[in-house]
């Protein structure tokens, strides 16, 4: 019997991606979709940052631009999610259109320029809802930012108290100048002012916070070793990877596929994984990795966790393969790890990455 979405799917793809998932957002917020638990099976239990995560399947950073829907997505079946991109100021982002699926290759491209209604609504809206799942909050600087480290700082410390953890996103490839924050240099100037505002702020009486680094695939092995290296020297804890790719792999075939903006979804499968391993061999496995980037099935979940990631993260399968489809990955990432003789999920990170 055919699925709802699978019913649903054809109308939806219809409509332009970002009234679609504009539609979207509102059917959230109109409570339209039933809830279900996001716990599934013990094995998928896990423990980081003194947080208990009932399932280590994640919503990456850009669908809920404003946390606007918080306790709807956790009540999709994911063990947690990710809010933002957020900047200072609110912003428009690029100009229309900037959001296209690429439907023979399971991608999407996008160019939308963390177009979001900045920090006081954030704010507004983690107060309200963040206590009711495990909630990060990702940040990123304005387009004309005169200091975009200070834009990043000034994000977390309105957002930290509320949050889970806070992911600094740099590796967005539709701001100018961004990744340009990747740098040795630039990186180590902007990990030392925020951990610095860390410090103050647990003097200030907030409780100590993780930071976590999402980074881009597409770097240089000497870019590789110096984020570990800096990772590493400021104690932050954890790297998401990766952001999406501004390549085009020559399997494209979809006829949009020469859009400007970052690529997403199955194509950037391979690519991140590689980036995963390496990232996870440079750090000597001691800082916590999230996978992202091309995750569609249980299988795929699997792999990132054999290879190196504690926690995984995905966007764009919700778009080809449904609202439900972290619970989907979830029962069958459970029933892979029981398979192999695992009681544990945590017993089975990084086993195929050798360090």
């Known amino acids: 019997m055919p699925s709802l979405y699978s019913i649903a799917k054809p109308i939806l793809f219809r409509l332009e991606a ?104 954030a704010e507004r809206n983690f107060k309200a809802y963040a206590d009711n799942a495990i909630v990060g909050a990702n940040l990123g600087a304005n387009k004309d930012s005169g200091d975009r480290i200070d834009d990043y700082v000034r994000g977390m410390k309105r957002l930290a108290p509320l949050a889970s953890y806070i992911t600094v996103n740099i590796s967005s490839p539709n701001t100018p ?15 030392g002012r925020l951990c610095d505002a860390r410090n103050t702020l647990k003097k200030e009486g907030v409780e100590h916070f993780p930071i976590l680094l999402k980074i881009a695939p597409d770097l240089t092995d000497d870019d590789k070793a110096d984020i570990a290296v800096s990772v590493l020297a400021m104690e ?49 496995g001691k800082i916590l990795i999230v996978g992202v980037g091309g995750i569609e099935t249980a299988a795929d979940a699997y792999e990132r966790i054999r290879a190196g990631a504690s926690l995984i993260q995905l966007y764009s399968a919700m778009v080809y393969h449904g609202p439900y489809v972290a619970a989907d990955i979830a ?12 009681e544990n999920i945590t017993d089975a990170i990084g086993i195929d990455t050798p360090i």
């Open 236 to 284: 932050i804890e954890g790297l998401i990877i990766s952001n999406t790719t501004i390549t085009r792999p020559a399997s494209l075939t979809d006829s949009q596929k020469a859009e400007a903006g970052g690529l997403s979804g199955r194509p950037l499968k391979h690519i991140s994984l590689g980036i995963l391993k390496e990232m996870y061999q440079a750090t000597g």
């Open 18 to 121: 970002e009234k679609a998932h504009n539609l979207s957002i509102r059917t959230l917020k109109n409570g339209l979709l039933p809830r279900i638990s996001n716990e599934f099976d013990p094995v998928l239990a896990s423990e980081h940052f003194g947080i208990r995560f009932p399932n280590p399947v994640g919503l990456a950073a850009g669908y809920d631009k404003n946390a606007e829907v918080i306790p709807a997505i956790s009540g999709l079946g994911f063990g947690f999610v990710e809010a933002g991109s957020i900047t200072p100021r609110a912003q428009p982002g690029n100009p229309k259109p900037r959001l296209f699926r690429l439907a023979e290759d399971a991608a999407v491209i996008n160019r939308l320029g963390f177009n979001n209604r900045g920090l006081d609504e």
């Open 177 to 191: 100048g961004l990744r340009a924050l990747q740098g040795k240099a630039e990186l180590d100037n902007l990990l």
């Open 331 to 342: 029962r069958g990432l459970a029933e892979l790890l029981r398979a192999d003789g695992f």
